[in-house]
């Protein structure tokens, strides 16, 4: 997915909460930064896609 423009990655608890958004930062194909936000009030507040 995209975050903020970034390539990014979401994950779920299995009670179908967020747990966590990871954002990646990359240059010259080479991951160069990754941010995390764990914070679940939050990741409450996004609007984020249904858990597949």
Same mark, same amino acid.
């Given at each position: 997915?995209? +975050?903020?423009?970034?390539p990014g990655m979401l994950?779920?608890?299995? !009670?179908g909460t967020p747990?966590? +958004?990871?954002?990646f930062t990359v240059a010259a194909g080479r991951i160069? !930064?990754?941010a995390a936000l764990v914070d679940p009030a939050r990741l409450a507040a996004?609007?984020?896609?249904?858990?597949?």
């Open positions: 997915m995209l +975050v903020n423009g970034l994950s779920w608890r299995e !009670d747990l966590s +958004v990871l954002m160069t !930064d990754i996004m609007d984020l896609p249904d858990p597949a």
